[in-house]
């Protein structure tokens, strides 16, 4: 049987703009299991100092003595910086197709169901990017320092959300990300193929439950510090 | 019915286009959107003034001919197409905005009249099966289960009008490329090429300029013939497994 869709002279499949969102869509579910791994770890700070800077410390020597010491972090670090890069370059030339293909603006554009969360992820993506040095340059490199400087990360965390601005800028960056993943799980899902008639809306149900448990499991232990019940 | 019209006229491709506001009064209920056009245009005729142009062909809801964005919304405020959209579906004393699909794909050929040919090229890239000819196949021969048949005809009803790249926020066209390779997909005959044509069908999309997907889920709100959304799960699941060599046919 002559094949006539074979004879074209196409791209491969992975060049094509799905080919990115699957690029997208893979690094987005690699930050996923990371912000799940890190809310856990910050919730460690209600079990006292002495859990949270043991845990700071175990995930130092993790893998010992198989990988040297931090050996386990830089391997995280280079694997997320590389999933950064790779998901904000997908997304810029998305966004550039996207601009592209529509040069002139409707004078009045109305969308039927389209949530907040699905229409601001580009911008609500960059906000999180922005907020992820911030955060990088206060807590890793400690470029940035908000209420003295301490050797104890629980010491440094508990002086930091004792200042109100800081919390507020931390509540403001968790609402961007928690509307990010509302609408982010979801899209992966459909992305990478998983999504069905009868499994969308509880698609959508569960990214939802995802995005609120994470938001306000990084919520919980900056507010309790700022109301004192962390100390 | 009175009604304010605010139509956006536009001679050509070249030239920039604009609302030009026109008054009506005396519109039935009962007029089609098209109707009520029609009669704008009798009357703009008669004053010796150039007619809006539009596309419009069966009125039955059925070609995907026409298509206008109406008040923000491809097709207007009831989920059909423009000619099935009726004046009652407008209060006495609106304001009605009229623009044509923006895409740049749909370049304007004149007023609301856009030239959709890269869904036609989008098609001629891998939206068919290739069968030898010869007399037709007895019935029989090839089983098609029950749901399979109606999964591929839910998605084969696209009449190609264009709503879903209207109303979608990136101008992506992955509804229409979907419910192709959804209705051939579902169907014994398109399995030789499966995989070819997703990559193939994509690449021409991509080719012709139109954004990509953000799984908003627009298109499917506002398409006339109810494609869903899960095709586009679909072709992304199709153009996964032709990244695959194993699986590549």
Redesign the interface.
Known sequence: ??????D?K?????R???????VMATTGVLFLLFLLAHSYGNLKAFAGQAAYDGYAEHLRTLGEPILPRSGFLWIMGVVLIVSVVLHVWAAVV?WQ??????????????????TLS??T?RWGGLTILLFVIFHLLQFTTGTIQVGGSFDSPYQRLVAAFQVWYVVLVYALAMLALGMHLR?GI??AV????????SR?VPIKRTALVVALVIVVGFLAPPVAILFGLVK | MKITLKIWRQKNAENPGRLVTYERDGVSADMSFLEMLDVLNEDLTAKGEEPVAFDHDCREGICGSCGVVIDGVAHGPQRTTTCQLHMRSFADGDTITVEPWRADPFPVIKDLVVNRGAFDRIIAAGGFVSVNTGAAPEAHATPVPKVDADRAFEAAACIGCGACVAACPNASAMLFTAAKITHLGALPQGQPERAARVVSMLDQQDAEGFGGCTNIGECAAVCPAGVPLETISQLNFDLRRSMTPSRRH
């Open positions: 049987m002559a094949i006539a869709t074979q074209r196409t791209r491969p499949a992975g094509t703009s799905v080919g990115l969102k699957v998305l197709r996207a601009h592209r293909a529509r040069s002139t603006p409707y004078v009045a554009f109305k969308p039927v169901q389209a699905s229409r992820m609408h979801w899209s459909q992305t990478l193929g998983w999504s069905t008639r969308e």
